[in-house]
């Protein structure tokens, strides 16, 4: 290192060192620690709550996408995660075929319907962002409310089956169902992280961090956030498919505005831009809200609300963001890397961000 | 590092886990064993929201008495020794109530489960105790598809629905309220009262001017009341519910409609009637399926309910004492809890309580019973707290239930 301690300036060693090397462990370590935990999950918590905190950590990690790297917060994400929910169920009940069938045409339903509505609301960022995607949020649930041929209105879809090529433990059993339908969280929770780690999601960062500059390198932004955004609500509708078919019905649940804000207090509970940490929040969010609804407990709305006030105020990275700037603090000694979670918060394109610091090792290679 | 981090992520998650307070695992054999002894009964409703007090933790205190009731009636031949009250809060979500109700049969060991308002939750329970075989007596819930397209042999709708509710415009009419506005929210529940209604309008001899539906939920009824009020209509029916119920009478006295047109309420408990005040909704008629202030037998349960909670039930109290207090006489005369052998005693039985007068459970699981059209008493005419209710007819078990829903195949 060649660091010193006095100095502000941020030098980086050219070789490979220590730090890739934890770096690399690290891009394993967490997959490795989740996919882990989702299998042993079931046999820790009860297997429906176990399968309520994969759907809604796949649902955070959709919004993270979005929120932790593309930087604008979707605030009607409940409209895919519920479109989808409502396409699965309906496929489900009325054609037969096997579930995750059903839940690859709601997810790719949720991505069409994602394609106009994310036409027109990428054009703008921040709050403006947020509240288009809630309007539009809000029209699918009118929508929804109204459509009671399909949907079933106020009374919900009831009777989805857990069609699975007849394997009956599948079907009737919730643990074993669980296994069945795991590999399809898991698979998208890959395909967030490799889109997140693909040169596509470092342009995304790119953009997040300055877009002013990725236009001016020649991205074309308002595409690569409607892509991000299609990719997103595939993502979101995988999970509300997910969901559908465990619960064996949908509601306007669904599809309500407080879904969206549910997912997004997940989030930001366990770490914008880490990835990870939506599943944390996720799990902590669903367990907690159980435990509370058996516990003859009358207020549920203040604690969720409670944690989440202390989360803002006092864990701003929320707790694996916290974790992991911690864990970067006692690495360095207080020294060096100024931000939390390099390796999974990933820095933008080179020559976006890059001024007047040496390139690190991984800012050689130009986004594609 | 490494080894910081995985401890630290390790105790996150079984920290999360003992919150669970519940093992997972693979299906036990024999889950909680329906013979195992013990008879446990669960309440599941809304424990914090909007529907809290009109079945909420009071619903518990119901139950509690049919025990008592129970236990006092059978002494040392109660076939049920040990009786245990489990409760959970659905938070009126359909997909929270089902979770809940999957562990309340499956890790809680519940026999039963009651109570259940919301109809969307109402219904995601019934799918739940059709695939575990549990009992479900629904009380809180309106809902034709229980006991319709949705019904299955474990499920049985106790208290009221709105097909029922609509009864009560019959005796309207009768009473010389010939002409009606129907307002109604657009969703299924304001659908299926409005269709109800105007059928029960017309088969009584009156009429329906119009039908207005209007956007749920819905805080400026004010063009619909202008709207209603220009027909100049003997009745003006609003078929909401909740906050929009409250929300709609102030508007309607505001507007000074008192004078004009009566007011009929589709579906009223009467704690809302005590949380707006006796002089908003003064001289509005109603569907009651029970009262408490009805005769000797009610009031003694009330008055036992007033001394435990500091208010009256609701006909939805009422009815889960009811339901509990049915369903311990049908262990006792099934001499177990298995569910298919209560179901049994329970199918076609005549059934006589406080809440159920002339009771019967029908083939599609429908509990039929006498109903009543009350009124809103006068201010002036309120001698006590709670004393609200005038009850102007009853309308005989057969007559206030329309007959077995054809859309039930069991």
């Excluded at chain 1, 509240?131 to 459509?147: D, H, R």
């Excluded at chain 1, 207080?334 to 001024?355: C, I, N």
């Excluded at chain 2, 707290?385 to 206030?400: G, K, L, M, R």
């Amino acid at each position: 290192m060649t660091t010193s301690p006095s100095s502000a300036v941020r030098t980086f060693p050219l070789a490979p060192t220590p730090r890739s090397r934890w770096r690399v462990a690290r891009l394993i370590m967490w997959p490795t620690i989740a996919f882990v935990a989702l299998l042993v999950l079931p046999w820790v918590v009860y297997p429906p709550i176990a399968m309520d905190i994969a759907a809604w950590a796949l649902f955070a990690m959709s919004i993270d996408l979005l929120l932790g790297f593309g930087g604008v917060l979707s605030f009607g994400h409940a409209a895919y995660w519920g479109s989808s929910a409502y396409l699965t169920g309906w496929v489900a009940v009325n054609t037969g075929v096997p579930f995750p069938v059903a839940i690859l045409i709601g997810a790719l339903g949720a991505m069409v319907l994602a394609v106009p509505i994310g036409m027109l609301s990428v054009r703008r960022s921040g709050i403006y962002f947020a509240m288009v995607t809630l309007a539009f949020g809000q029209m699918i649930y009118f929508i929804a409310n109204q459509l009671s041929v399909i949907t079933g209105g106020e009374n919900g879809l009831q009777g989805v089956p857990k069609t699975f090529f007849g394997i009956e433990a599948v079907e009737k059993e919730s643990f074993f169902f669980y296994y069945a339908a795991i590999p399809i969280v898991v698979l998208g929770a890959l395909a967030a992280w490799r889109i997140v780690h693909s040169p596509f999601g470092r342009v995304l960062s790119g953009i997040r961090d300055n877009p002013e500059r990725v236009r001016a390198l020649g991205y074309d932004v308002e595409r690569y956030k409607l892509i991000a955004f299609v990719l997103s609500a595939g993502l979101a509708g995988l999970a509300g498919g997910v969901y559908a078919v465990s619960h064996g019905f949908v509601s306007l649940q669904e599809v309500d505005w407080t879904t969206s804000g549910k997912v997004v207090l997940m989030t930001v509970l366990g770490g914008i831009g880490t990835l990870w940490g939506g599943p944390i929040g996720a799990a902590i969010i669903v367990l907690l809200e159980d435990y509370l609804a058996s516990a003859g407990f009358e207020g549920i709305g203040i604690v969720t609300g409670l944690i989440f006030i202390v989360c803002v105020v006092l864990f701003r990275k929320g707790i694996l963001g916290t974790i992991l700037a911690f864990v970067d603090r006692a690495r360095t000694g207080g020294r060096g890397m100024p931000r939390f979670g390099r390796a999974d918060r990933l820095a933008a394109p080179d020559s976006v961000t890059a001024t007047n610091t040496a390139h690190d090792e991984e800012g050689n290679h130009a986004p594609r | 590092m490494k080894s910081r981090t995985v401890p630290m992520i390790a105790v996150t998650f079984v920290s999360a886990a003992m919150l669970a307070g519940c093992a997972g695992g693979p299906p036990a054999q024999d889950g909680s064993a329906l013979s195992d002894g013990k008879v446990v009964i669960g309440i599941l409703n809304d424990q914090s929201g909007v529907y809290r007090d009109l079945s909420g933790p009071n619903s518990r205190v119901a139950v509690e008495l049919a025990i008592a009731d129970y236990e006092a009636k059978y002494g040392d031949e109660a076939v049920a020794t040990d009786i245990e009250i489990i409760t959970s809060d659905h938070q009126n979500k359909p997909d929270v109530a089902n979770t809940q109700a999957q562990q309340m049969y499956d890790r809680r060991g519940a026999d039963i489960i009651l109570d259940v308002p919301t109809s969307s939750a109402a219904l995601a329970v019934a799918e739940v105790a059709a695939a575990k075989k549990r009992l479900f007596i629904d009380v809180g819930a309106a809902t034709m598809e229980l006991t319709g397209a949705a019904c299955n042999p474990y499920t049985f709708h106790w208290a009221y629905n709105t097909e029922m509710l609509a009864k009560g415009a019959s005796g309207v009419v009768d009473n010389g309220g010939e002409s009606w506005v129907i307002i109604y929210p657009d969703y299924a529940f304001g659908q299926g009262m409005n269709a109800s209604f105007t059928a029960s309008i017309e088969g009584a001899g009156g009429t329906v001017l119009e039908s207005i539906a209007t956007p749920f939920p819905n805080d400026n009824f004010s063009t619909f009341i202008t709207r209603a009020a220009a027909q100049n209509p003997d009745v003006i029916g609003i078929m909401a519910a909740g906050g929009d119920l409250i929300n709609f009478v102030k508007q309607y006295n505001q507007a000074g409609m008192q004078d004009q047109a009566a007011l009929a309420v589709g579906l009223m408990f009467i704690t809302d009637i005590n949380s707006l005040g006796v002089e908003e909704f003064q001289g509005t008629t109603f569907t009651d399926a029970w009262y408490w202030d009805y005769d000797e037998q009610n009031r003694e349960f009330a008055d036992r309910f007033l001394q435990l909670t500091d208010a009256r039930p609701t006909f939805a109290h009422a009815g889960n004492y009811s339901a509990a207090f049915q369903y311990l006489e049908a262990i006792q005369r099934a001499g177990t809890d298995d569910a298919d052998a209560v179901i049994a005693e329970l199918e076609g039985a005549k059934l006589e309580d406080l809440f159920l007068r002339n009771g019967e459970v029908r083939s599609d699981h429908s509990v039929v019973h006498d109903s009543y059209v009350a009124r809103v008493k006068p201010a002036a005419d309120v001698a006590e707290a709670w004393d609200y209710e005038e009850i102007i007819s009853t309308i005989p078990a057969e007559e206030a239930f329309s007959p077995v829903n054809s859309a039930c195949t069991m």
